[in-house]
């Protein structure tokens, strides 16, 4: 998958695979609270979380009333702000299959950064995923059945942080490649020239890996820089 910023008009994705492509496509459902009253709590909580008087109560009452149904209704449209996006995928033929391309306009960024975290927020609760990743935690989850959603959630993680650093700055300046934060494909490879690309570079001799930016080399099955 490619990831790049075209100035002026948002942030094109191409290249994307059957795989990748449903991880967006599964963002709708992901961010849906409804079958998780803890989810909901999570998306929608009251302005007194523990009501202690019939102020308290008051205030979550108006909340509820007057500030939550907007809450929902921008949270809907922004859900919906995606999927009209994943519509007007284009796709083409490749070696390795069918790939796709999209653009997140300008315009839908913010959506689309709201959207991905509320996937993330629900996903955490629904999935029981840790507040804290301490080693013992993650060796846990690893272990478990949730480690799955965890990589999805993770994902959208990573999407989040192109959005912002591409599409949420300044959009006058010329058009660059996105460099992803988190790797979670070990065959990315990441090129200064054509931006974030998954598949590797012919003639790879499968030789050390140049340092990154801490002066640490990865590790070997790790991502390659090029």
């Not at 108006?62 to 209704?73: G, T």
């Not at 809907?76 to 033929?93: F, H, I, M, N, P």
């Not at 959207?115 to 629900?122: F, G, M, P, T, Y």
């Not at 090129?191 to 990154?212: A, I, L, V």
Request: proline share 8%; aromatic share 8%; net charge negative.
């Amino acid at each position: 998958m490619k990831i790049k910023r075209v100035a002026g008009q948002g942030v094109q994705f191409s290249n994307v695979s059957q795989d990748q492509l449903h991880l967006f496509e599964q963002i709708p459902l992901h961010a849906d609270p409804t079958a998780s009253p803890e989810a909901e709590a999570r998306l929608f909580p009251g302005v007194v979380r523990r009501p202690e008087s019939g102020e308290h109560e008051q205030l979550n009452n108006d909340w509820e009333e007057y500030v939550e149904p907007e809450l929902r209704s921008r949270f809907s449209g922004d859900v919906d702000c995606v999927t009209a996006t994943l519509k007007k995928a284009r796709v083409s033929s490749s070696p390795d299959g069918p790939v796709f391309e999209f653009t997140i306009l300008q315009a839908d960024a913010d959506a689309w950064y709201s959207a991905l975290n509320q996937a993330r927020l629900v996903m955490h609760v629904r999935y029981h995923f840790p507040d804290e990743e301490t080693p013992e935690e993650m060796l846990a989850l690893l272990e478990s059945e949730n480690v799955k959603p965890w990589i999805t959630s993770r994902f959208y993680m990573q999407m989040q942080s192109i959005l912002l650093d591409l599409a949420m700055n300044d959009w006058q300046q010329a058009d660059e490649p996105a460099q992803p934060e988190l790797n979670l494909f070990p065959e990315e490879v990441w090129d200064e020239e054509d931006g974030w690309d998954e598949d590797e570079e012919e003639g790879d001799d499968g030789g050390d890996d140049e340092p990154g930016e801490d002066g640490e080399k990865p590790a070997g099955d790790g991502p390659k820089w090029v």
